[in-house]
């Protein structure tokens, strides 16, 4: 098709100066008579039915929900073009736009917008994909129109860069051989003394604004059942960058951007655990987002066209009406850098003991159940410490953990810890044989301090043995430790 008078409009940033200058005239129409209808509208705009809002507890914690009566702030600009019985017609005729049968006749025949908004695997029967062609098609113009209308008023004078800015991530989700993206996990039930911290050049702690609050709450996944009071209860993300995805189907692209396990999820839970090992207070996170980086499949009033799942790796407790506690704790700058720190070590750490205690240690904050909480712990330190060797297990690990946790921060005697640890070994060999007198060891009575849980205590070691670790790596051959235990006496 040849388009001629309107290469101006071009400025070298879009891939397709064909659709640019055909759709441009198809917007500029499409706004003037969607204001002409709006200010015609006196008593009644149409509104987004399920617009999200956001609120705030007194602990400063975000609390979203979604309108359920269509009283969003913001114009539904889309539903000037649409009908919602046979009998009426809409505000608007798409098909009657100047320059819509253009654009309507280009995209039909083109072969990209086709691989990309036609159903996967459907080249041969393209006949029967036509109306989804049209919807996708509508979609783009009446999305365009609206967010042009979102982003600059009712006044606006469509310029050609304003417009170029609206088109091109439609243009981009087209012709863009990869499609970047960016990860977003809110973290849940903690503060930050800052805004942003950056823990390398792709990965940092950024505090979420309202736009993005409100723009993630509709993103979950149904067969988890997560309260949205739970899901909002963050105010910051850690965000993932350098991600980029083979562009290929709208559809197959969405379910995949949509998938939990196409979420670098070892990365993150490294995170997560390194945010454990340093800070003594619960947290998790309840959903991972993906964030298009100047590409969209489609556009939703103003907010951003995340993907992502819901998911529940954060402890019980949290279903409990936590979100009513009076304060939520805060993370300081020098714990931050010690997450750093702890979680660059735990991403460049190829030794397999580490990773499994990490699992086990990510096991033990999402446990209901004390006494699971007591097997995953006493595993993950089995992990950490046995040598595989026949003898007696508990007595060598209890020897081994009380000489290690002289390098840490507990100030406990090797003595004290030998004896903690046979206590924890005691009472997790209780449960595994279902003894009834389990009960009598979930805690651990210490000479002038308060009593203290066993399952507690030993999660903490397990913290505590993964950071010596890590900074301490010969560790890892329990032979060694035994030598130094030796040497010692």
Same mark, same amino acid.
């Given at each position: 098709?040849?388009? !001629?008078?309107? +290469?101006?409009?071009?400025? &070298?940033?879009?891939?397709?100066?064909?659709?640019?200058?055909?759709?441009?005239?198809?917007? #500029?129409?499409?706004?003037?008579?969607?204001?002409?209808?709006?200010?015609?509208?006196?008593?009644?705009?149409?509104?987004?039915?399920?617009?999200?809002?956001?609120?705030?507890?007194?602990?400063?914690?975000?609390?979203?929900?979604?309108?359920?009566?269509?009283?969003?702030?913001?114009?539904?600009?889309?539903?000037?073009?649409?009908? %919602?019985?046979?009998? !009426?017609?809409?505000?608007?005729?798409? +098909?009657?736009?100047?320059?819509?049968?253009?654009?309507?006749?280009?995209?039909?025949?083109?072969?990209?917008?086709?691989?990309?908004?036609?159903?996967?695997?459907?080249? /041969?029967?393209?006949?029967?994909?036509?109306?989804?062609?049209?919807?996708?098609?509508?979609?783009?113009?009446?999305?365009?129109?609206?967010?042009?209308?979102?982003?600059?008023?009712?006044?606006?004078?469509?310029?050609? +860069?304003?417009?170029?800015?609206?088109?091109?991530?439609?243009?981009?989700?087209?012709?863009?051989? /990869?499609?970047?993206?960016?990860?977003?996990?809110?973290?849940?039930? #903690?503060?930050?003394? @800052?805004?942003?911290?950056?823990?390398?050049?792709?990965?940092?702690?950024?505090?979420?604004?309202?736009?993005?609050?409100?723009?993630?709450?509709?993103?979950?996944?149904?067969? /988890?059942?997560?309260?949205?009071?739970?899901?909002?209860?963050?105010?910051?993300?850690?965000?993932?960058? &350098?991600?980029?995805?083979? *562009?290929?189907?709208?559809?197959?692209?969405?379910?995949?951007?949509?998938?939990?396990?196409?979420?670098?999820?070892?990365?993150?839970? %490294?995170?997560?655990?390194?945010?454990?090992?340093? @800070?003594?207070?619960?947290?998790?996170?309840?959903?991972?987002?993906?964030?298009?980086?100047?590409?969209?499949?489609?556009?939703?009033?103003?907010? @951003?066209?995340?993907?992502?799942?819901?998911?529940?790796?954060?402890?019980?407790?949290?279903?409990?009406?936590?979100?009513?506690?009076?304060?939520?704790?805060?993370?300081?700058?020098?714990?931050?850098?010690?997450?750093?720190?702890?979680?660059?070590?735990?991403?460049?750490?190829?030794?397999?003991?580490?990773?499994?205690?990490?699992?086990?240690?990510?096991?033990?904050?999402?446990?209901?159940?004390?006494?699971?909480?007591?097997?995953?712990?006493?595993?993950?330190?089995?992990?950490?410490?046995?040598?595989?060797?026949?003898?007696?297990? !508990?007595?060598?690990?209890?020897?081994?953990?009380?000489?290690?946790?002289?390098?840490?921060?507990?100030?406990?005697?090797?003595?004290?810890?030998?004896?903690?640890?046979?206590?924890?070994?005691?009472?997790?060999?209780? @449960?595994?044989?279902?003894?009834?007198?389990?009960?009598?060891?979930?805690?651990?009575?210490?000479? *002038?301090?308060?009593?203290?849980?066993?399952?507690?205590?030993?999660?903490?070691?397990?913290? /505590?043995?993964?950071?010596?670790?890590?900074?301490?790596?010969?560790?890892?051959?329990?032979?060694?430790?035994?030598?130094?235990?030796?040497?010692?006496?």
């Amino acid at each position: 098709m040849e388009v !001629t008078g309107k +290469e101006r409009y071009f400025n &070298g940033k879009n891939k397709n100066p064909i659709l640019f200058n055909l759709l441009y005239p198809v917007i #500029l129409d499409g706004i003037k008579k969607a204001v002409a209808v709006s200010k015609e509208q006196l008593f009644y705009r149409p509104s987004y039915f399920d617009y999200p809002e956001i609120k705030y507890w007194p602990n400063g914690l975000p609390n979203i929900s979604k309108t359920t009566f269509g009283n969003s702030p913001l114009v539904k600009y889309e539903a000037y073009f649409e009908s %919602y019985s046979k009998e !009426t017609l809409p505000k608007i005729i798409l +098909e009657e736009l100047s320059g819509y049968k253009e654009v309507h006749s280009y995209l039909c025949e083109n072969e990209d917008y086709k691989r990309i908004y036609a159903y996967p695997g459907k080249e /041969e029967e393209w006949e029967f994909d036509i109306k989804l062609i049209e919807v996708n098609i509508n979609t783009h113009i009446k999305g365009i129109v609206a967010k042009a209308l979102h982003t600059w008023g009712e006044d606006v004078s469509l310029s050609e +860069e304003d417009f170029l800015e609206v088109y091109l991530p439609i243009e981009n989700s087209i012709y863009s051989k /990869e499609l970047p993206v960016a990860f977003f996990i809110p973290i849940l039930f #903690l503060n930050f003394d @800052i805004d942003s911290f950056q823990f390398s050049d792709s990965i940092s702690l950024v505090k979420m604004d309202e736009n993005d609050h409100l723009s993630r709450i509709g993103v979950t996944t149904y067969s /988890e059942s997560i309260s949205d009071t739970v899901l909002s209860a963050a105010t910051h993300a850690l965000v993932i960058e &350098g991600y980029k995805m083979t *562009n290929g189907n709208k559809y197959l692209t969405s379910n995949s951007l949509s998938n939990i396990n196409s979420f670098p999820l070892e990365e993150i839970n %490294y995170f997560f655990n390194a945010l454990r090992i340093v @800070i003594e207070h619960p947290t998790g996170y309840a959903q991972v987002l993906s964030k298009p980086i100047n590409w969209t499949y489609a556009y939703k009033s103003d907010l @951003i066209a995340f993907h992502g799942a819901s998911t529940r790796a954060y402890p019980y407790e949290f279903n409990q009406h936590y979100w009513l506690e009076p304060s939520i704790p805060v993370v300081s700058i020098e714990e931050l850098k010690s997450i750093a720190t702890i979680y660059t070590g735990l991403k460049g750490q190829e030794n397999k003991k580490i990773q499994l205690a990490c699992k086990r240690l990510e096991s033990c904050f999402l446990r209901k159940d004390e006494r699971d909480i007591i097997i995953d712990a006493v595993i993950g330190l089995e992990t950490l410490l046995s040598d595989y060797d026949k003898g007696e297990l !508990t007595h060598k690990l209890s020897m081994r953990i009380s000489f290690l946790l002289q390098m840490s921060s507990l100030n406990q005697s090797k003595l004290d810890i030998f004896k903690n640890m046979k206590h924890i070994y005691s009472y997790r060999s209780m @449960i595994v044989h279902g003894d009834a007198k389990a009960e009598n060891k979930k805690v651990i009575k210490r000479d *002038n301090q308060e009593p203290v849980s066993t399952a507690d205590l030993a999660v903490t070691y397990l913290k /505590e043995c993964i950071m010596i670790m890590i900074n301490n790596a010969e560790y890892l051959n329990a032979k060694m430790i035994d030598e130094k235990i030796i040497l010692s006496n």
